[in-house]
């Protein structure tokens, strides 16, 4: 094969780095090299059941997602069950699910999980925040690129959204630019996944 010419290589580039860019991660939005502490003990009994997003760091695979609700449930094989739903553009419109599985990689605190929704490929799920009474949980990984608050309530109050947000502040994450999508007026009144 001849050598390519030197002045088509920018064109050839283009589209590499396009395709590079739209599947490269989110950006890291914790400060220092050290990953965020986790929660030092999780009851996976009471974690389970369903939980409303109430703010996300942007990444593409929610991209432009409403009344995302997550459930965890047990599986036969030991694993959890994971059901993602997402309302694309708006509470009215197409509702998409995504069902994964997880599985317990920290059993000392089983507040590390990995979460898998295509094949064998897991990414890292850490709690690193979350309420006494299991009433509202804090998302991330080792880099601190996906960032999630995670709630019983759709709708917590004010107060709450200030608190979790100082919070992570406080602990070196960027929070400037985190998603908060329209959420269900009330627990009852999200549709079920089921």
């Known amino acids: 094969m001849p050598p390519i010419p030197r002045r088509f290589i920018p064109a050839l580039l283009i589209p590499i780095l396009a395709l590079a860019a739209c599947t490269s991660p989110p950006r890291d939005r914790l400060s220092g090299d050290q990953p965020p502490a986790t929660v030092s003990r999780v009851d996976v009994e009471r974690y389970l059941g369903r939980w409303f997003e109430i703010a996300r760091a942007d990444h593409g695979f929610e991209r432009g997602c409403d009344g995302v609700i997550a459930e965890y449930s047990r599986r036969p094989d030991g694993l959890l069950r994971v059901i993602n739903s997402c309302w694309k553009e708006g509470l009215e419109g197409p509702v998409n699910l995504a069902e994964g599985r997880a599985r317990i990689v920290d059993t000392d605190s089983n507040a590390k999980l990995e979460v898998s929704f295509f094949g064998p490929f897991f990414g890292d799920y850490w709690i ?61 009144a999200a549709p079920t996944s089921e």
């Open 128 to 188: 690193i925040d979350l309420a006494e009474d299991y009433s509202w949980a804090v998302v991330s990984e080792a880099q601190g690129r996906y960032l999630w608050i995670l709630a019983r309530d759709p709708r917590p109050s004010e107060a709450f959204i200030a608190q979790r947000l100082a919070s992570l502040e406080a602990r070196g994450f960027d929070t400037d630019g985190l998603i908060f999508p329209e959420q269900w007026p009330a627990a009852s």
